[in-house]
């Protein structure tokens, strides 16, 4: 099985910044993209941001310019840094990676079970 841990969350007022980890462990063969996703209650979980093996990232429109996604390949780590957070940032943010687990196999979506991140005016 595969296990995404984050870490990071928390409270801190508006045009403050925090960061994000979120770390893979378990059965895992190789790791194709990571990202953050953002859900608030009754609502669909949106992309913030993702990063592939290669390093080309997406943003969220919502937050260019102000959060940095990047991730350590040797650790098996992805980071999200969030500086000049807003109120409308306040949300669960969700780990997710791609992750093969036998060989010859699809990469499947796994998810990390979500650190709070509260933004303050």
């Known amino acids: 099985q595969v296990q995404l841990v984050e870490s990071g969350g928390g409270l801190v007022q508006a045009g403050g910044s925090l960061r994000l980890s979120c770390a893979a462990s378990?059965?895992?063969?190789?790791?194709?993209?990571m990202g953050w996703y953002r859900q608030a209650p009754g609502k669909q979980r949106e992309l913030v941001a993702s990063?592939?093996?290669?390093?080309?990232?997406t943003y969220a429109d919502s937050v260019k310019g102000r959060f940095t996604v990047s991730r350590d390949n040797a650790k098996l780590t992805v980071y999200l840094q969030m500086n000049s957070l807003k109120p409308e940032d306040t949300d669960m943010y969700y780990c997710?990676?791609?992750?093969?687990?036998?060989?010859?196999?699809?990469?499947?979506?796994?998810w990390g079970q979500g650190t709070q991140v509260t933004v303050s005016s």
């Open positions: 990063i592939t093996t290669g390093g080309d990232t």
């Open positions: 378990g059965r895992i063969l190789s790791i194709n993209a």
């Open positions: 997710n990676a791609e992750v093969r687990v036998r060989y010859g196999g699809p990469h499947l979506n796994f």
